[in-house]
Every structure is written in C-alpha cells, then in structure tokens.
C-alpha cells in the first residue's frame, strides 16, 4: 500500500514542502511561499518521467496568512493537471518541522493536544516561528480529520548537550523561571548531516571510523542562518546557537555573538529601544550591515547593502574591500569554532561543510583548511571545485577529513515521520 507524506516546514513568513512516497523517499512533489502577509509569491516543482518539473516560478497568490498558504498548497497538490494526490484522503500522514521544543522533547513525536500545548508553552522562546508551526498543524489536522500528524524539533538533536556547555554564567534563577540556557537550532540538519558523515566514513575506510563512539565531527551549517556544531559519538556535545538563533557566528542579516554591553550602549547614544536594538542584531547585521555604505550624514546609500554570499563572493574577486572584510571576519570566525570545539572533544576527525555556502563556496573551504594545517588536514582541490556534491574534499592522508554533505532536513522529518506513524 502507498505510503505518502505531507512534509511541512512553516517559518516566520515562508512555509517549504514536500511531498514523499514512502519508504522509498521519492520525492513527488516541492515547492515553497516566501513573503507570507506582503508580496507572497509561490513555487512548485513536481516530478514527472523522471525529471523535475516547474510548473509555478514565483507565483504571486493571496496569502495573508499562513491558513492561506496550506490552503492554496492542498489545492495545488490536489489539482487535476499540476496536483500529485487524487484527494487529500492519500495523504498517510504529515511530518512538521517544529522550531522550538525547549526541554520538553528530545527527539520526533506524534503530535496530541498535550504536545501542541507544550509547544505553545515555547512560544516565547520562538516567538516568530512556533505559531507558525501550530498553524501548520491545526489547518492540517482540521482538513485531514485522523491522519497523524508528527513534529520534528529543531531542538531536540541538541538536548545531549552537558550541562556545563549549555548553561549560561547568569543568577540561576533565571533558568529556573524563563529557561535560559543555550538550546541551538538546526538541529535536524546537524543530525543528518553527521550521521551521513559516519556512514560515509565507515563506507570509504572500513575498519577506521568502526566505533562510533570515538568518532569526533564538526558540522558547519552555513547559509543565511549559520551554526556550527560539536558531534561526540553521533551525539550533540555543543553548538553556536544559543537561547534563540542569534548567538554564534556572523550570518546574513544576524550578528551572531557579540559583547552584551553593545546593546546598552546603542540605546543610550542612539536613543533606541531594546526591542529596536534586537531588530538590528537580527534583520540589520551580519554580511548585510558589514556591506552597508553610507554618506557623509550617516544616510544609507541604496543598492549596497547584501546579504547574498554569491554578491559578496563576487564583489571580494573584484577587490571590494568591505566584501573581503566579511571574508575575513567569516573565516575567521569558523576556524575560532572550530578549533574550539575540537579542544572542547580532545580532537576532532572530520570537519563537514552543509548549507547554501558551506555546500557552494569552495574559497571558503580552502581557507578553512589552510587555517586548520596544524590539526593535519591537507586538502584536493580537484574535488573541493565541486559545489553541492557529497564528496570528500581532503585528501586519502589527511589526518583531519573534510567533508561536503549536502544536507536534507526534509527527507530527515520524512523518514521520523514514516517510523512514527506506518
């Protein structure tokens, strides 16, 4: 009997999905809104013979919301000429990628009432996305009377984290009333990414990397959001993300970390609110505030500011300065993490680049292992010329691997999805 899944990944103001024939992980259909509430436009590819096919680019629809949005998406998919589904009575079940889990959950559910109110209950740790992901669960559960429905936390891969790495040095009572601690984000892609990374170490030096429990890998999660990743025996042991998404390294539009002092001392010259300053630590910063140029009365210059790596990989080529300097300060930064954590493992084995940049950038690469030398990585650049291809970019004597792996949350949400709910 056909086994067919919804995948939903609702964010802030996007919603991503797929939809898979199971167990086979064939992909059937996929597509994403962007801009949900404004300009939304909306994308879907489905397959057929074999091939890719899009059949919407950009699209603009009516969604004011992310109702909306499902709607039109279970339309789409049911339609006579662009749909996959004959009705949605196909559908086995649906997997949600759920942003926030706090504590409460360390690994895929099947969603009841108890844990749609526990994910409420994090909502003011993700206040942007959790009731998104809600949403996308109850439009889901009200058209598909009995199907079940599953959610995947982006926190929960990271709940092995030791106490001493996720606590912050603040007065406990404020764990013990808010819950501030580090959680870390992207979990689903560092727990698939590192497992694709044992087997395929396991794969290509059979009898080297045989116990898991030695092995010692640092994820790179590199794309407008960026997080790194400590994995000690196929187990989270530390990440960059912190209580929300903007701890860590430098990322498109966020600072990643920075002295706390900085946002006393921007709403004191500035005149700003707190609300106004974390605006600007989110949404201003990073690649985009770096990139940023002004003219002599501190007036922004339209057209200069980007927060698209491609641009700035462009512009650093051409000699743009302040493009080379977020070069700079990135690479940076990623050795910093790194080094760090393998200090924090007592070694490291693989190091493994994922993401939008981190599967893309092969510059960026070859920086990285030039800083990483010392820990005995040597890297072929035959294969690091690559982009987006799961492949072993240092070479067969290296000490220190380096890895490519494409990531795949989505194939990940369906594959709990399938073991939770067949």
């Known amino acids: 009997m056909s086994f067919k899944e919804l995948i939903i990944n ?5 919603l991503k999905y797929q939809v898979f024939e199971m167990p086979e992980a064939k992909v059937l259909a996929k597509g994403i809104f962007e801009q949900i509430g404004t300009a939304c436009t909306f994308t879907h590819k489905i397959e057929k013979d074999g091939e ?24 789409t998919l049911t339609d006579k000429e662009n749909g996959v589904l004959d009705s949605m009575n196909d559908i086995s079940a649906v997997g949600h990628r759920v942003l926030h889990g706090g504590e409460k959950f360390s690994g895929s559910v099947l969603i009841d009432e108890s844990v749609k109110e526990a994910i409420r209950e994090c909502i003011p740790l993700g206040p942007l ?11 889901c559960e009200k058209i598909m009377k009995g199907v079940p429905q599953v959610a995947v936390f982006d926190t929960a891969f990271h709940q092995t984290i030791p106490e001493f790495a996720y606590m912050y040095a603040l007065p406990y009572k404020y764990y013990l009333k808010h819950g501030i601690r580090k959680y870390g984000f992207h979990g689903t892609s560092h ?11 396991q794969k290509k030096y059979p009898g080297k990397y045989d116990n898991v429990e030695d092995l010692k890998i640092v994820t790179c999660h590199l794309g407008n959001g960026s997080s790194i990743s400590a994995i000690k025996g196929g187990k989270c042991f530390d990440t960059t993300m912190g209580l ?10 966020r600072s990643g970390s920075i002295d706390p002092a900085i946002i006393a001392v921007l709403c004191e010259r500035e005149n700003l609110t707190v609300k106004e300053v974390d605006n600007i630590l989110n949404k201003q910063s990073g690649m985009l505030g770096l990139t940023a140029e002004y003219d002599e009365n501190m007036n922004e210059i339209p057209g200069r ?16 300065k302040r493009a080379m300097l977020v070069e700079d300060m990135l690479c940076h930064q990623l050795a910093k993490y790194i080094g760090g954590f393998a200090a924090a493992m007592g070694g490291v084995d693989a190091v493994v680049f994922t993401g ?21 990585t040597k890297i072929d650049e035959v294969p690091n010329a690559l982009r987006g291809e799961e492949v072993e970019i240092s070479t067969e004597d290296s000490k220190l691997k380096l890895l490519v792996i494409p990531t795949d949350e989505e194939l990940l949400i369906a594959q709990d999805t399938y073991e939770l709910a067949k």
């Open 129 to 139: 996305h959790n009731p998104a992901n809600l949403i996308g669960i109850e439009v």
């Open 305 to 320: 500011a980007t927060s698209d790596n491609r641009t700035i990989e462009g512009r650093s080529k051409a000699g743009d």
């Open 191 to 201: 727990r698939y990414v590192s497992a694709r990374t044992i087997d395929f170490l």
């Open 10 to 14: 609702a964010g802030s103001s996007s």
């Open 52 to 75: 890719e096919i899009k059949l919407f680019s950009k699209k603009p629809v009516e969604a004011a919301d992310h109702n909306d949005a499902i709607s039109i998406l279970l339309e």
């Open 244 to 253: 929300t998404p903007l701890e860590g390294i430098m990322m498109g539009t």
């Open 356 to 376: 939008g940049i981190g599967e893309n950038n092969p510059h960026y690469r070859t920086r990285i292992a030039d800083k990483l030398g010392f820990l005995g």
